[in-house]
Every structure is written in C-alpha cells, then in structure tokens.
C-alpha cells in the first residue's frame, strides 16, 4: 500500500470549511484514497473514498489531484463535533485491508 | 440499531486468563475484521474473514483466535493473557472484499490486563 504524508494537527474556526490535506505521492492507478476519522473514545467512521474523480457526500468532499499524488478532504461548515483525528489511507486493489497512519487531528474551535 | 456491535465494552482482567470479545454486524455484510489500537494509537488489522474463512491473518501470536460461527458474527477468543495484549480492540465490517468497500467499525473493546 503507498504512503500517505499528513500535517500532524490543525486547527478551524468552527463554520469555516476545514481543509485537510493529504500527500501520496507513489500512489498506483488502481489504489483507492480513503478518509476515516476517529472521534475520541470511538471506532474510526468512515467519511468517504475516491479512485480519480473528485467525489461530494452528506459529510464531505473529497477531492483529487489530476496526477492523484495528492488529495483534499472538506469539510464544508465544520462544527465542534469535528475535532477528531482524521486518517487518509490509500488502499491496494488487491488485498482489502486499510492501513492506518498517524492521521490529522483536528481542532474545531468556537 | 448499532451496525457493528461489540461487547463487552470494557473488559479488565488478570494475566494468563483466556477471555472472548464478541462481535455481531446486521449490515447484512459477508467480511468481517479484527483490529487493535494500541496505546500509541495506531490501528493495525489482526484478522479478515470472508464468508466465515480466514483471509488476513497479520502475524498475530497464535494465543489469539478468532471465529466466525456465521457471517454476521466474528469472535476473538485470546489466552493466555499479557500485560501487552491491553490495548482497544475494533471489530469492522464490509460489503464485498474489493477495495471499493468501505469498512464500518464499532466502538471498541477496552482490554485492561493486570
């Protein structure tokens, strides 16, 4: 699976969008990007997923470079409810496993 | 209704016990996973079933068992226990094996060996 690069942490006024990025520079064309995130005391939720395209769901946008080395996770109005650590993870065609780095975490602050 | 359910939620125990952490998913799903958060907070897959048979098994001591009577339920038996085995324990599900489908997780075991 390739490696993924996140900032360690960042902070958003709550109602702003939270821009989260994310660098996978090996990434291969038939390697998934995911986004989960972990609130505290919880199992990871997933957010959403994208092979090429820029994808949009109830939670969130994701949204893909054209050379897919890179990706933005945002989230649109964030709220207070936010603050989590946010994994993106790139996941292999071939074997289904999700592979968790280090994450961002995220502070949403009023 | 909880999609993923774990019990017990915490679970405190005594090294060289054998203790089991169940799992049930009604997503209707037919793969299930086991994985462990560590006190440094890094997930790690332990298991993956497909249709109750073993596809993932990532150099998990062989105290760890785990079973799957059915699809819907996928079990970790550990004996045996260490002081190390102490860590969060989230058991997840999918639709399907592809990389297309995302895993749904539960909220966790907290296992505390003393």
């Known amino acids: 699976d390739a490696k993924t690069t996140q900032p360690t942490s960042m902070d958003c006024a709550e109602g702003r969008a939270a821009n989260l990025p994310c660098n996978h520079s090996?990434?291969?064309?038939?390697?998934?990007v995911y986004w989960y995130r972990q609130i505290h005391s919880q199992g990871p939720q997933y957010i959403i997923h994208g092979l090429k395209n820029n994808e949009t769901n109830e939670m969130a946008s994701l949204i893909i470079t054209e050379d897919r080395k890179s990706s933005t996770l945002i989230l649109p109005h964030a709220t207070l409810r936010d603050t989590a650590v946010y994994y993106c993870i790139v996941r292999a065609q071939y074997g289904n496993k999700l592979v968790f780095g280090a994450g961002t975490i995220l502070r949403v602050k009023s | 209704d909880t999609a993923v359910s774990q019990t017990p939620k915490y679970l405190v125990t005594q090294m060289g016990n054998d203790k089991s952490i169940k799992c049930e998913q009604n997503?209707?799903?037919?793969?299930m996973y086991w994985y462990k958060q560590d006190s440094k907070k890094f997930l790690k897959i332990m298991f993956s079933?497909?249709?109750?048979?073993?596809?993932i098994n990532e150099t998990v001591p062989n105290r760890f068992s785990p079973k799957s009577p059915d699809k819907a339920h996928l079990n970790l038996h550990i004996n045996s226990l260490e002081l190390g085995d102490s860590a969060v324990y989230f058991c997840?599900?999918?639709?399907?094996?592809?990389?297309?489908?995302?895993?749904?997780f539960g909220n966790g075991t907290r296992l505390t060996v003393t």
């Open positions: 997503l209707g799903h037919d793969t």
């Open positions: 079933y497909n249709n109750k048979e073993l596809i």
């Open positions: 997840a599900s999918s639709q399907g094996w592809g990389p297309e489908s995302p895993l749904h």
């Open positions: 090996t990434i291969s064309g038939n390697e998934y």
